[in-house]
T-cell receptor
């Protein structure tokens, strides 16, 4: 079956520390992968998407980066977190129009 | 550019019907989606409609699409307190990567 795993579920990090959030999918090949951020419990902003290994498109300039080292692995990173990076981060994948979202990571930068 | 808009709040009484509205700008939209988000949780796909359809019904949910006016609505019949959540409209156009563009979400409050 097709599943998506995202971890950790919650994370509290100090300003200036690095970040690595991981997302993996199972049961599908060559999916499109996405990272969204939801700030203040509202609208979802697309941060990055990937149509294949090593192919990353950035939607908005920011303090974050993404990588796709394997077909079913998508990583969101930062070298130095800012307070404004706090939010709810959601990974998603799609194949042929269907989208599945992970359970999200709530990041609080203190 | 692509834009999706929704009203932010809706309050209804238990047992009434709820209608959540959404407008979008991308005329090349292929699929339109409704997602539900409960407090602290991820997104749950409720239903979707292909752009060449004008209505889709799934149990208590009815989706209406007016492609000419780029207007999408979600009707929830016999609304229950468990339906209280934020509802997101999203559209997928002919964009690179098949990106979903989301509205700001409508917070539905169901009062007993």
């Amino acid at each position: 079956s097709q599943t998506i795993h995202q971890w950790p579920a919650t994370l509290v990090q100090p300003v200036g520390s690095p970040l690595s959030l991981e997302c993996t999918v199972e049961g599908t090949s060559n999916p499109n992968l996405y990272w969204y951020r939801q700030a203040a419990g509202r609208g979802l902003q697309l941060l990055f998407y990937s149509v294949g290994i090593g192919q990353i498109s950035s939607e908005v300039p920011q303090n974050l980066s993404a990588s796709r080292p394997q077909d079913r692995q998508f990583i969101l990173s930062s070298k130095k977190l800012l307070l404004s990076d706090s939010g709810f981060y959601l990974c998603a994948w799609s194949v042929e129009g269907g989208y599945t979202f992970g359970s999200g990571t709530r990041l609080t930068v203190v | 550019g692509e834009d999706v808009e929704q009203s932010l709040f809706l309050s209804v009484r238990e047992g009434d019907s709820s209608v959540i509205n959404c407008t979008y700008t991308d005329s090349s939209s292929t699929y339109l989606y409704w997602y539900k988000q409960e407090p602290g949780a991820g997104l749950q796909l409720l239903t979707y409609i292909f752009s060449n359809m004008d209505m889709k019904q799934d149990q208590r949910l009815t989706v209406l699409l007016n492609k000419k006016d780029k207007h999408l609505s979600l009707r929830i019949a016999d609304t229950q307190t468990g339906d209280s959540a934020i509802y997101f409209c999203a559209e997928r156009g002919y964009n690179q990567g098949g990106k979903l563009i989301f509205g700001q979400g409508t917070e539905l409050s169901v009062k007993p």
